[in-house]
């Protein structure tokens, strides 16, 4: 029993030891992080939250003035997993309510590699950051036949990625370009209903087809903060 | 701040009370007093004592640490036979980030000195004596993350205090000193904060417990 007792306390030791396993922040260093965002329109962007992280650790956070400026200072860690982002709070999953803050987000990743120990300074220069909107998308069956509905959404995302090194660049593929949703609808599962972050002023496409006809496409306009969308087949 | 500068008088009178409770046992009376110091004396003193930290100038002491309490050692011993005293010195100040935009995300700093001092002692009367002491030691501020992850900034101190005491018998005494810090940080940092996070310059108005043998 006291055995047992004992391998169990090492075992606890050696996870607690093993769990402590941390990011290691560079001693004897700081870095900084400045900025200035603008609207698509080009005006500035106030009070956008901007932090970093390496791991999900903050190390350093900072807020745009009234003339979307930022400038902070940062830890930095030893790992090359640096990132910046800008509006945190409106990247997650692709349904959430409008805040106050109504732009999209931004990551930035440091492509500095191994040189990342020798960056001082973040400056990313003006960023565009984008109003994000929402689609209150629904799709009903009101028919009585049997039907089958392929269907797919194209969307712009409202987090861009970029990376960095010496000035920012966007990362193909992570926006405008945005993803797809798709699904098949029968009469078992006959109705979808999902709210969906985008980007305002773009449209979103969706496709489908109803058995075995051909794909057919609908633009769907995003012109307000919040958008509804309802097909019926 | 007024909740440290509360608990420091209350130390400060807990100090003095037993102080007074030690000289209430003490059996021996005073010698007369000579108002000279006694060269062929060899004598030891230890300090305790607990400070209040005032940063100052344009550093990221003053614009972003919001310095709590420091306590603070000291042990010295007079050279050959000489009022001069030569001694090591160590203090911890604790400090707390109030403005993570300016220095960066951590929530805690400990500034750890160990050092060396040397000094010239006064004794103008038996009971009110003077020190003055200047030193220099290693300085390294200890940071916490609020993740609890801890990195430090690290560099050299050196520091002048000037010492007044009030001894209450031959061993021991209070004392007060405010002493003028400065801590030089290898913190690099880009363009013009690699001032602002390279010095710190602290005002430490410290008193305690002074013991002689």
């Known amino acids: 029993m006291k055995l047992k007792f004992l391998s169990v306390f090492l075992c606890l030791i050696f996870f607690s030891f093993y769990s402590c396993e941390e990011i290691n922040i560079e001693s004897d260093k700081r870095v900084t992080v400045s900025g200035r965002l603008i609207d698509s329109q080009g005006k500035p962007i106030s009070n956008i939250p901007i932090n ?4 999900s650790y903050r190390l350093g956070e900072g807020i745009t003035d009234e003339n979307g400026n930022f400038l902070f200072t940062s830890l930095q860690s030893e790992s090359n997993d640096f990132l910046i982002y800008i509006n945190k709070e409106n990247i997650g999953p692709s349904t959430f309510s409008l805040d106050k803050a109504n732009y999209s987000a931004a990551t930035i990743l440091n492509f500095q590699e191994d040189d990342i120990l020798n960056v001082d300074q973040y400056t990313l220069g003006t960023i565009i950051l984008p109003e994000k909107a929402l689609l209150d998308f629904t799709i009903q069956k009101t028919s009585a036949e049997d039907l089958e509905l392929t269907w797919s959404l194209s969307l712009f995302m409202a987090n861009c990625q970029y990376s960095y090194k010496n000035n920012i660049v966007k990362i193909e593929g992570s926006c405008p370009q945005g993803f797809e949703k798709g699904n098949i609808l029968s009469n078992e599962n006959p109705n979808f209903s999902q709210t969906f972050t ?5 449209t979103v496409m969706f496709t489908y087809s109803l058995g075995n006809s051909a794909s057919q496409s609908i633009n769907i306009p995003i012109t307000d903060q919040l958008n509804t969308y309802v097909f019926e087949y | 701040m007024f909740l440290n500068i509360k608990k420091i008088t209350c130390l400060f009178f807990c100090l003095a009370f037993f102080s007074l409770q030690l000289i209430a046992q003490e059996n021996q009376p005073e010698k007369p007093s000579t108002h000279k110091f006694e060269k062929d004396d060899h004598y030891g003193i230890f300090k305790f004592g607990l400070s209040a930290p005032i940063a100052f100038g344009n550093n990221f002491a003053n614009k972003g640490l919001q310095g709590k309490v420091s306590t603070n050692f000291s042990l010295l011993a007079n050279l050959f ?9 160590y203090s911890v100040l604790y400090q707390s980030n109030e403005n993570i935009t ?3 995300n951590y929530n805690r700093s400990n500034a750890i000195l160990v050092g060396g001092l040397a000094g010239y002692h006064f004794f103008e009367r038996n009971d009110f004596r003077l020190l003055l002491t200047a030193g220099v030691g290693a300085v390294s501020y200890n940071n916490n993350t609020p993740d609890d992850i801890r990195f430090s900034d690290n560099g050299v101190s050196v520091w002048l205090t000037p010492e007044v005491s009030y001894h209450f018998n031959k061993t021991l005494g209070l004392y007060f000193s405010p002493t003028l810090r400065r801590d030089f940080l290898r913190t690099k940092a ?3 904060l690699e001032d ?6 602290y005002v430490n108005l410290e008193f305690g417990i002074r013991v002689l043998f």
Do not use: C
């Open chain 2, 196 to 201: 602002f996070f390279g010095s710190a310059n």
């Open chain 2, 102 to 104: 300016k220095l960066g």
């Open chain 1, 52 to 55: 970093t992280e390496v791991e």
């Open chain 2, 190 to 192: 880009p363009g013009d």
């Open chain 1, 198 to 202: 985008t980007l305002k002023n773009k």
């Open chain 2, 81 to 89: 036979e000489l009022p001069i005293v030569i001694g090591i010195h």
